[in-house]
């Protein structure tokens, strides 16, 4: 029986990744996408999630979500994104890992009229089935259904977030960029009782894909496949420039990491169950605090220190061949 998720993305990069991953797989029923404010505006995130819709040709409906955090865009005074180095082009023009909107035809479908928090609330409730919910960008959706009707993480199998970093972070000093966007609701979804799995940068960064992972998409030739190696290329180039990982010519795909682990649980690597908290404060606003200590008590995150490339190139390839 295909796993049933809903998806939650702010469709960037590595986002269309994962929405392609999820649709093409087929242990995976993909029930619904829904969008948030993220790595774009909402208006922007979201025609890109309609333009990958159609560009598999997929039919899962889509729910708009929150144009902004909980509070975190009216905290003052907030640690600002640290100023980080560009990538640039063979010109010298600045490349930007997520670009407004995608170069795809614009959008013919629509959006679902339900806003996302409302699809959760409504969705949930209903559910006779486990349904896992899968969140790749600032945890705001997820948060505002809880905060109307808490009762529905009980009807969650499984939450799992693309968020947090350990070893590794990238807007700021303390922070990854899902859960700086959003901690208040970061925190919210954490301590929301539902079995959480994390895949932090910690585990993203390891189980990195390279120029050979997309020359093999190219080698597939679908448009579906065609547009992945683009997005891979892109990100290999900005990753080269700013923040190598273990191997040359090679990139995080953060997001479709999550439908991976829900095809086969060992590309994360070294999970410990523990308590993770979210910094709501100073310099190290959004960063996730995971503990070690022995003598914890309260565990509530299944947190991955590491990914495994290996597993997770092979079923990302697998799924657009097939
Ligand atoms: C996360 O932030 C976004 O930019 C990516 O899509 C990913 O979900 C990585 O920090
Ligand atoms: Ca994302």
Redesign the pocket.
């Known amino acids: 029986m295909p796993r049933k998720i809903i998806l939650d993305?702010?469709t960037?990069s590595?986002?269309a990744c994962a929405i392609m991953l999820a649709w093409l797989h087929p242990e995976i029923q993909l029930e619904a996408v829904c969008t948030v404010k993220?790595?774009q505006p909402l208006k922007y995130t979201t025609e890109n999630t309609l333009r990958i819709r159609e560009l598999l040709h997929a039919d899962f409906p889509v729910y708009r979500g929150c144009a902004h955090g909980l509070v975190s865009d009216l905290v003052y005074p907030r640690i600002p994104v640290t100023k980080n180095a560009d990538a640039v082009d063979e010109h010298g023009n600045v490349l930007h890992i997520h670009k407004e909107l995608f170069d795809l035809p614009e959008a013919t479908g629509k959006c679902e009229e339900m806003p996302a928090p409302m699809f959760y609330v409504d969705y949930l409730s209903k559910a006779e089935e486990p349904v896992t919910v899968v969140m790749?960008?600032p945890l705001t959706n997820l948060a505002v259904a809880l905060l109307i009707k808490p009762e529905i993480a009980e009807k969650i199998e499984e939450i799992v977030i693309?968020g947090g970093g350990h070893n590794i972070t990238n807007v700021t000093l303390a922070a990854e960029f899902?859960i700086y966007d959003d901690p208040e609701s970061a925190l919210r979804v954490l301590h929301c009782g539902a079995k959480i799995t994390m895949v932090p940068l910690d585990a993203t960064h390891t189980a990195y894909i390279s120029k050979k992972e997309s020359d093999q998409l190219r080698e597939i030739s679908t448009p579906e496949a065609n547009f992945a190696a683009d997005l891979i290329d892109l990100r290999i180039m900005v990753h080269d420039q700013v923040q190598p990982l273990e191997v040359k010519g090679s990139c995080a795909l953060?997001?479709p990491l999550c439908i991976a682990y829900l095809i086969d649980p060992e590309v994360l690597q070294n999970v410990s169950l523990c308590n993770v908290e979210v910094s709501l404060s100073g310099i190290t606003y959004g960063q996730t605090i995971v503990d070690q200590r022995y003598m914890q008590k309260e565990r509530n995150v299944y947190y991955a220190f590491r990914g495994d490339h290996e597993r997770f190139a092979k079923i990302l390839v697998d799924a657009f061949r097939h």
């Open positions: 993305v702010d960037g590595d986002d993220g790595n790749v960008g693309m899902n953060h997001d």
